[in-house]
């Protein structure tokens, strides 16, 4: 009776942590680490799990912008590369409005290179940096007809030679717009990954080269789509919503410093 009193007590002893969450404390570090070491990183069978679990979890939340024009522009590269371009640090909303008025009007690089500067600002105003982005627009569209007939090229060191591509655009027209492998790594995958223990790399790059060396294949090409909506709804930066959130049970939460 004594034993099982006290295996239940251990058992009881994680759920005061999670008490401590829901009151938006700001754990001290070495509860935070106490915690790190109990749940410990997360290695691929659990993530297997965790992945099941957020699939059926971002059905209720909208899909980001560049899965709402990718999933009508599967096998239609250019548009997955105009509207991947597009998004870089702008609203999901914003985003998805500007890339339907531009699309409307240049669905090839040569109806896009028809239109002049200001008529391509205009059409994508009021997306972030849509100066640059107007003259990107331009020089891979130029490029395009230049170098690959009009066609976008299908191969990462291609992609990333046109103007404004860098790999996370390369990974998703790779995926979404010729259903090839890659993983496209932003801000909430690379943060995500790394709260999850699952990685322990600086930057997003050193997070897309450590994926492709551990992550299954089979996730490759749906990571982006789940982690950043998770990342959007959930687990947010700064402060996510740990008591709330479906895997909390598996997540160490590596070097979290603030949560609800
Ligand atoms: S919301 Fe909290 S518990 Fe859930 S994955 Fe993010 S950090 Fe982990």
New binding site residues.
């Given amino acids: 009776m004594m034993l099982n009193q006290k295996l239940i007590e251990r058992k009881k002893a994680p759920l005061r942590v999670f008490e401590s969450w829901s009151l938006g404390v700001k754990l001290k570090d070495s509860k935070t680490r106490r915690l790190e070491e109990r749940i410990g990183p997360m290695d691929t069978a659990t993530l297997n799990k965790v992945l099941r679990i957020l699939r059926r979890q971002i059905r209720e939340w909208k899909v980001p912008a560049v899965g709402v024009v990718a999933e009508r522009a599967v096998d239609r590269p250019f548009e997955t590369l105009v509207s991947t371009i597009l998004s870089l640090r702008t609203k999901d909303k914003v985003t998805e409005a500007a890339s339907r008025r531009l699309l409307a009007r240049a669905p090839n690089p040569e109806a896009l290179l028809s239109l002049s500067l200001g008529e391509i600002e205009r059409l994508i105003y009021p997306v972030g940096f849509y100066h640059t982005k107007a003259k990107n627009l331009i020089g891979t569209c130029r490029s395009l007809l230049r170098n690959y007939g009009g066609r976008v090229p299908r191969s990462m060191e291609q992609l990333l030679e046109l103007p404004g591509v860098g790999r996370k655009t390369a990974n998703l027209v790779l995926t979404v717009g010729f259903g090839d492998y890659g993983i496209c790594v932003d801000t909430h995958v690379h943060r995500?990954s790394n709260?999850?223990g699952y990685v322990a790399t600086k930057t997003p790059e050193e997070t897309e080269f450590a994926l492709r060396r551990i992550l299954p294949r089979r996730h490759w090409k749906t990571f982006n789509d789940i982690l950043v909506t998770f990342g959007q709804n959930?687990?947010v930066p700064v402060s996510?919503?740990?008591s709330k959130?479906p895997?909390?049970g598996f997540?160490p939460?590596v070097g979290?410093k603030r949560?609800r």
Avoid: D, E
Wanted: charged share 5%.
């Fill in positions: 995500i709260l999850w959930l687990c996510p919503w740990c959130c895997i909390a997540c939460r979290l949560f």
